[in-house]
């Protein structure tokens, strides 16, 4: 079974790359169409459902990014934990660390 390697440096870069992606989304603008009230409406409510859509989208491109983050954070605490556990057990049994 292969292994899964993964540099908590790229997470970070994919987590910010992530985010930019939602900072380049814009509202569309609303349109209006002299003389044509009911294609004016009917544009006024196309305009508003991509515009929810745009939103929605973005709370998802947020929470993608926040959870890459997180998982970065994860690693590096665990890859933390587990170099104070071996130094801990190196200093028990008399190893030393280089």
Do not use: H
Not at 1 to 15: G, K
Not at 38 to 58: G, K, P, T, W
């Amino acid at each position: 079974m292969p292994l899964i390697s993964l540099s908590l440096d790229e997470v970070r870069r994919a987590a910010t790359k992530v985010k930019d992606v939602s900072a380049g989304l814009r509202p569309l603008p609303l349109l209006d169409v002299p003389g044509q009230s009911d294609l004016s409406l009917a544009i006024a409510e196309f305009v508003a459902c991509m515009n929810d859509c745009r939103s929605e989208r973005e709370s998802e491109i947020e929470a993608l990014s926040t959870g890459l983050s997180q998982v970065a954070d994860l690693f590096e605490r665990g890859e933390a934990d587990a170099v104070d556990e071996y130094r801990a057990l190196a200093a028990s049994v008399g190893w030393t660390l280089r």
